[in-house]
């Protein structure tokens, strides 16, 4: 038997979905997000980089952008 689970995903404008990213039922995103190999289980409220398990904001420096 296989159970039924109900819900709906919201996702904005401007949301990128990296990779590795699993998306639960039931969560919504804020414009302008990005996600990378992250869980996200509530809505994200906040624009910015989420990643991680669970999905939460990480801060980007310029100096961490130029050496990819």
Same mark, same amino acid.
């Given at each position: !038997?296989?159970?039924?689970?109900? #819900?709906?995903?919201?996702?904005?404008?401007?949301?990128?979905?990296?990779?590795?990213?699993?998306?639960?039922? #039931?969560?919504?995103?804020?414009?302008?997000?990005? !996600?990378?190999?992250?869980?996200?289980?509530?809505?994200?409220?906040?624009?910015?980089?989420?990643? #991680?398990?669970?999905?939460?904001?990480?801060?980007?420096?310029? !100096?961490? !952008?130029?050496?990819?």
């Amino acid at each position: !038997l296989r159970n039924r689970i109900q #819900g709906e995903i919201f996702i904005a404008n401007n949301v990128y979905i990296g990779s590795s990213t699993i998306l639960n039922l #039931g969560v919504s995103f804020a414009q302008m997000s990005v !996600l990378v190999r992250s869980v996200v289980s509530k809505p994200i409220a906040e624009s910015g980089f989420h990643a #991680g398990v669970p999905a939460v904001k990480k801060m980007i420096s310029t !100096l961490s !952008l130029n050496q990819i």
